[in-house]
């Protein structure tokens, strides 16, 4: 029903309302520009992609676009072509890198915010807890992700999220960096208050492009 009263709006309005995180809006979004990304996905191949690989991130590139649109800057559908275009190029690259390397886990990056009490305060469930799939989308994905992390937090903040990634405990850290456990444990709350949105995200894009 919601669906069918947006349908007579327009694109910059449904635009507005995808952003505040209205599913249907999104989907309508989604099913409009579908075509779009299909044909700019036909425009590139790669021998470490399949063509289904390419459109799914083509899709990731659309997503991207929904979340960081800005109307005063240009229309809608040539921002969406730009970020499209440019996701498939980033995929293809980062495919060619990896290429003759061992395809390494993704970052599990539900672990950034998930606790567990039985264990040392600050303990963190890392990707040795929860595996995450490691299929080349997931782990650009997950790149992706950091990538957008790094542009958000200081190089303090940024180290520390890595460490507590890569399994490290609050002391591993404040030994590592010198800095005192207190001082740890305040950085990535801080992190985690700042990645947040990053995160709602990326997984309203994982989940949605996973199902298309």
Same mark, same amino acid.
Do not use: C
């Given at each position: ?10 694109? +910059? ?21 579908? *075509?779009?990304?299909? !044909? ?30 800005? !109307? ?10 730009? /970020?499209?275009?440019? +996701? ?26 998930? @606790? ?22 997931? #782990?650009?994905?997950? @790149? /992706?992700?950091?990538? @957008? ?16 990634? @890569?399994?490290? /405990? ?23 208050? !700042?990645?947040? *949105? ?5 997984? #309203?894009?994982?989940?949605? #492009?996973?199902?298309?």
């Amino acid at each position: 029903m919601i669906k069918y009263r947006l349908r007579n709006k327009k694109i +910059e309005e449904i635009i507005d309302l995808a952003q505040t995180g209205l599913q249907e809006a999104i989907e309508i979004i989604i099913d409009q520009y579908y *075509p779009m990304v299909v !044909k700019i996905s036909s425009k590139y191949y790669g021998n470490w992609a399949e063509h289904e690989d390419i459109i799914q991130n083509g899709l990731v590139g659309l997503l991207k676009a929904i979340f960081y649109y800005q !109307k005063n800057k240009s229309s809608f559908t040539s921002f969406a072509w730009r /970020s499209i275009e440019s +996701e498939i190029k980033s995929f293809l690259t980062y495919l060619n890198r990896m290429k003759n390397k061992i395809l390494t886990n993704a970052v599990n990056m539900d672990s950034i915010f998930l @606790e567990d009490d039985s264990e040392e305060p600050g303990y963190m469930m890392t990707n040795s807890d929860v595996q995450d799939t490691n299929t080349p989308f997931d #782990v650009y994905l997950a @790149e /992706s992700f950091l990538e @957008e992390a790094k542009k958000i937090l200081t190089d303090l903040e940024y180290n520390v999220l890595k460490m507590r990634l @890569e399994g490290y /405990s609050y002391n591993d850290i404040s030994e590592t960096l010198e800095i005192k456990w207190k001082a740890v444990d305040n950085t990535y709350q801080k992190v985690k208050k !700042k990645l947040r *949105p990053l995160y709602e995200r990326y997984k #309203v894009i994982k989940s949605l #492009v996973l199902v298309k």
